[in-house]
């Protein structure tokens, strides 16, 4: 018998009621926690959040704002082993976790600096450097200004990244000055949990600032209205659900989606066998198919390569996944843990057998996997797998494997070819481009962009201070268009604005002056 996961509403924690969904350790299949709807009125929980956190937020400076969230990083950040124990329990190494529990309070951090040194020590942001006159002697003028909204950010996250995902859509609602609702995915909800703990332990934040939902939020949607937002990490055909919800549609609620997608990675044609870049390109989409187990929305599902390297590709990334030590995290040699779960490993299994409809797996088999430390048959285990598919494969641009999954594609070594080809995906958070041919890699670029949301290059001059392909950073947007989900998070403090409102001002220059 194991506990039933806690929410954190209305400045306490309540344990859920009714039926319950059992979570279990991706490793060993054990029970973890049981997760339940919330025995709550979510009308009371955003009214919660709007009286206290609202007013307590936008009563505080940026600067203020700023300082509560590097206490509520540092909080997580001096606890951070016990976030690290937690994520083990859903399949993922020492490495794994930094990236989300580390990426997670980094990301806080960075917010915190941007507020601290880019935003007023006052509590509204005047968007233009200089007011518009409408008449010779400068007595009538406009200026855009922004002020907090007085509504609730609620964030619907994914499994993968259950710290990183809620805290970089946390940092700037709250130096926006907008309380948040964050809804956990089910089966990470017990890491997310934690840390929401952690935080509400340290004191960072004032009550009502950060409320937490372990289970189904039924009806809450309902509930916005047009001062709401609503920021969705997930899959495109959830997100197509909510997006069309009545209240986001008929009351305008602030909608950002952020979707899986079939990210592409292009090795240029003068990156031949033998050069830095060649072994760039390997060991880059090696990383992406073993970090956290393949499942990052910004892992490269697509890999391109010229048709002439591609036999030499193929082996090189057969022979470094040949290495890859599957099992438990922590146990001797391993290098790549588990997927969250049983179900999501049957998942993943089924969309490679959709993928080599037309093609054929090169590398790994996804019926049997060697596993130290655990029971292949009883924890969520998969070998990584390499796919080749030709110039008429299909499916590798329509289904997306969310585990240590990618498809090895061709092209004739001209950027024309690859953009096309590149553009199948109908849209991706994340692409990068790894060529020394600086022409072929500007071409590239500028014929991808449109359909990406950040677009990294690599050669050899740069690889060294190269953040990688499935790293977002703070400071950039994250999101993509088409099947991405058409959004942008992060982006420095454009996600601040995200939660504001611009309003254009027209008055007198003295009134203007006292708004600033």
């Not at 704002?65 to 082993?81: H, I, V």
């Not at 998969?382 to 598919?389: D, T, V």
């Amino acid at each position: 018998m194991v506990d039933t996961l806690p929410s954190y509403l209305a400045g306490e924690w309540r344990t859920g009621a009714g039926d319950a969904r059992v979570v279990r350790d991706a490793v060993t299949g054990a029970p973890v926690t049981e997760v339940a709807a919330a025995d709550v009125d979510f009308a009371d929980v955003l009214a919660y959040a709007r009286d206290a956190g609202g007013n307590a937020l936008r009563a505080m400076t940026f600067t203020e704002r700023s300082a509560s969230l590097k206490a509520a990083a540092a909080a997580l950040s001096e606890r951070k082993d016990e976030l690290y124990e937690l994520s083990v329990k859903a399949g993922s190494t020492r490495a794994d976790a930094k990236v989300d529990v580390d990426g997670g309070f980094g990301t806080a951090l960075v917010y915190a600096g941007l507020g601290r040194k880019g935003l007023p020590d006052g509590t509204v942001i005047v968007d233009d450097p200089e007011p518009t006159a409408f008449g010779k002697h400068g007595l009538f003028l406009g200026q855009h200004i922004l002020t907090s909204r007085l509504g609730v950010a609620v964030q619907i996250n994914a499994f993968n990244f259950p710290v990183w995902g809620m805290l970089e859509k946390l940092a700037p609602a709250v130096l926006a000055g907008v309380p948040t609702l964050a809804k956990a995915a089910t089966p990470t909800a017990y890491v997310a949990e934690h840390a929401v703990r952690i935080i509400v332990e340290s004191g960072a934040l004032p009550d009502g600032a950060l409320q937490f939902v372990a289970g189904p939020v039924n009806g809450l949607l309902d509930l916005l209205d047009g001062q709401d937002s609503v920021g969705f990490t997930g899959s495109a055909s959830t997100a197509a659900g909510l997006r069309s919800h009545p209240s986001v549609v008929g009351r305008s609620v602030r909608f950002t989606a952020e979707a899986d997608s079939l990210n592409a990675s292009v090795l240029g044609p003068d990156a031949a066998p033998g050069t830095p870049e060649f072994d760039l390109y390997v060991d880059q989409v090696v990383t992406e198919m073993t970090t956290k187990a393949g499942q990052k929305c910004t892992a490269i599902r697509r890999a391109f390569v010229p048709s002439a390297h591609l036999d030499a590709v193929q082996d090189a990334l057969a022979a470094r996944l040949a290495d890859v030590v599957v099992g438990a995290p922590g146990a001797d040699g391993v290098t790549m843990g588990a997927l969250v779960g049983t179900d999501q490993r049957d998942d993943v299994r089924a969309k490679i057998t959709e993928l080599a409809a037309d093609a054929r797996i090169v590398a790994g088999d996804p019926t049997t996997v060697d596993v130290v430390g655990a029971d292949p048959e009883i924890g969520a285990f998969l070998a990584p797998i390499l796919l080749r598919g030709d110039e008429t494969s299909q499916a590798a641009h329509d289904i997306e494997a969310f585990g240590p999954v990618s498809t090895l594609l061709p092209y004739d070594g001209s950027a024309a070819d690859v953009i096309a080809e590149v553009a199948r995906g109908q849209g991706s958070l994340a692409a990068s481009v790894v060529s020394g041919d600086a022409d072929f890699a500007r071409a590239t670029v500028l014929g991808i962009a449109a359909h990406h949301g950040r677009v990294l290059v690599v050669d050899r001059d740069s690889a060294p201070e190269s953040t990688g392909h499935g790293i977002p950073m703070p400071q950039l947007v994250h999101g993509g268009p088409g099947r991405a989900g058409g959004g942008e998070e992060e982006g420095g403090l454009r996600a601040v604005q995200h939660h504001m409102q611009r309003t254009a001002v027209q008055a007198g220059p003295d009134l203007l002056r006292s708004l600033g």
